[in-house]
C-alpha cells in the first residue's frame, strides 16, 4: 500500500467511523497510474452490505463530468463543433431567440436555459422527448452567450438530444461505446442503468436535519428540486433506469479512469485536452450570484485550492458532497463518491487536502 492510499483509508474509515459518512469509495491516477483505490463504509443499512470499488453510487452532477467528456468526444470524432449552431441539427430549438445558440453556450452554461420550464417535474425527466420539446419551446433567460448560469439538469438534454441528433444514438450507448468498453470499465459508469444491475447500487441516504429548509421564493429560477439532491430520488429505480445525463451511476474508480483516459490520450488528443482546460467563460453565475470560471463543459480550479496554487483542474462537484476533476498539470484524475448526502464538500476538501499534501511533498 503505498502512503498517500494508506492516509487516504485512514481518513475515510475515520468518517465512517465517527458517523459523519455510511459509505465512501476514493480513487486517484497520476501519470496513468492508479495510485488510490479506498473503500469504506456500508453500501446499503438495511443488509449492512459493503461498499466495495466495483459499487456504483448515484451521483448528481459528478455526472455532468461524463456528459461534458461525451461532447468533446463527440468533437474529436467529426460530428460536432464547438461553434456550430444548436438549430443546425435541431431546427425547433430557435424559437424565442435561441438561433444563435452553440454547443459551445451549452457547455459554458451560458444557452440561457437553466432551469426546467416548470411544466417538466421529477416524474417526467424519463421521457427524454417530451423535456427536448420543452426545452426548444423555452424563452431563453438571456441571449445566448450574454451571461452563465447552473444549467442542473438542462445542460445534460441539450448535450443528449445534439449527440443524438449527429449519431442516431442516445447517451446511454455512446458511453458504453466511447468511454466505458474502451477503458474496461464497464458496469462503474451508467446512464440509465439496465434493470438487472439495480441489486448491486449503493442505497442512498439523506438527514433532513442538516440541511436548511426549503426557500420558498417564488422568483427563484431553479424549482426547489433542482437545487437540492435528493436520496429518494436517487433510490428511485424509474430514474435510475432513466438516460438523464446531468445525474448518473458510477463508482469512484469509473470516473477517475475516465479523466485519466482523457489525460492519457486516450479520448481526445493533447490539443483537444489544452481546450478542456482553458478558461472559455467568466462571470457571475446567475442562478448562485457567485463568481464563476467555465472551461468548455467544467468549472475551472481544485475546489479549495489556495489562489497561489493557479489551479487549471477542471470538474464537476455533485449536490450531496461528491466530487471529481482532472488536473493536466500534476497529471491527476481524481474522483470520490459516497452514499450519504451532506449540504457541504467537507469530506471532499478533507480528501483533496490530503492528497495536494502528498504531491507537494508535505506529508
Known amino acids: 500500500m503505498s502512503d498517500i492510499q494508506e492516509q487516504i483509508q485512514r481518513r475515510i474509515d475515520t468518517l465512517v467511523d465517527t458517523g459523519a459518512e455510511s459509505g465512501v469509495q476514493v480513487a486517484v491516477y497520476q501519470d496513468g497510474a492508479l495510485i488510490v483505490d479506498a473503500v469504506a463504509g456500508t453500501a446499503d443499512p438495511a443488509t449492512g452490505r459493503p461498499v466495495t470499488s466495483g459499487t456504483p453510487i448515484f451521483g448528481f452532477s459528478t455526472a455532468k463530468n461524463v456528459t461534458a467528456t461525451l461532447a468533446h468526444v463527440l468533437v474529436a470524432r467529426g460530428f460536432l463543433d464547438y461553434d456550430s449552431l444548436i438549430t443546425d441539427l435541431w431546427p425547433e430549438f430557435g424559437l424565442h431567440g435561441k438561433t444563435t445558440a ?11 436555459l437553466p432551469a426546467m420550464p416548470r411544466e417538466i417535474t421529477p416524474d417526467q425527466l424519463p421521457d427524454w422527448y417530451r423535456v427536448c420539446e420543452s426545452l426548444a419551446a423555452a424563452e431563453p433567460r438571456w441571449r445566448p452567450g450574454a451571461a452563465t448560469g447552473y444549467h442542473s439538469y438542462t445542460f445534460g438534454y441539450l ?8 449519431t442516431g444514438r442516445p447517451m446511454r450507448e455512446l458511453l458504453r461505446e466511447w468511454i466505458t468498453v474502451p477503458l474496461g470499465i464497464e458496469g462503474q ?12 447500487f449503493a442505497r442512498l441516504e439523506q438527514k433532513a436535519q442538516q440541511w436548511p429548509p426549503d426557500s420558498d421564493d417564488a422568483e427563484a429560477i431553479l424549482a426547489p428540486w433542482e437545487r437540492r ?11 435510475l433506469r432513466a438516460d438523464i445525463p446531468s445525474v448518473g451511476i458510477a463508482t469512484a474508480h469509473g470516473l477517475a479512469a475516465m479523466y ?18 482553458a ?4 462571470g457571475v453565475d446567475q442562478i448562485f450570484g457567485s463568481p464563476v470560471r467555465m472551461a468548455l463543459g467544467f468549472p475551472l480550479g481544485r475546489i479549495g485550492a489556495p489562489a497561489e496554487e493557479n489551479s487549471v483542474a477542471f470538474g464537476w462537484p455533485g449536490g450531496g458532497g461528491s466530487y471529481a476533476y482532472a488536473d493536466p498539470v500534476r497529471g491527476v484524475a481524481f474522483a470520490l463518491t459516497k452514499t450519504r448526502l451532506v449540504p457541504t464538500f467537507d469530506t471532499a476538501l478533507s480528501v483533496t487536502t490530503l492528497l495536494a499534501d502528498y504531491l507537494s511533498g508535505t506529508r
Not at 448535450?159 to 449527429?166: K, M, S
Not at 485519466?260 to 482546460?277: D, F, Y
Open 159 to 166: 448535450v443528449g438530444e445534439l449527440a443524438r441528433r449527429a
Open 279 to 282: 478558461l472559455a467563460f467568466e
Open 102 to 112: 452553440t454547443l459551445r453556450h451549452v457547455l459554458t452554461h451560458t444557452v440561457g
Open 260 to 277: 485519466n483516459g482523457v489525460l492519457q490520450g486516450k479520448l481526445v488528443n493533447s490539443a483537444r485536452l489544452a481546450e478542456l482546460s
Open 189 to 200: 459508469l451508467y446512464f440509465a442503468a439496465p434493470k438487472e444491475a439495480l441489486p448491486g
Open 229 to 239: 439532491p435528493s436520496a429518494d430520488f436517487g433510490n428511485n429505480s424509474e430514474i
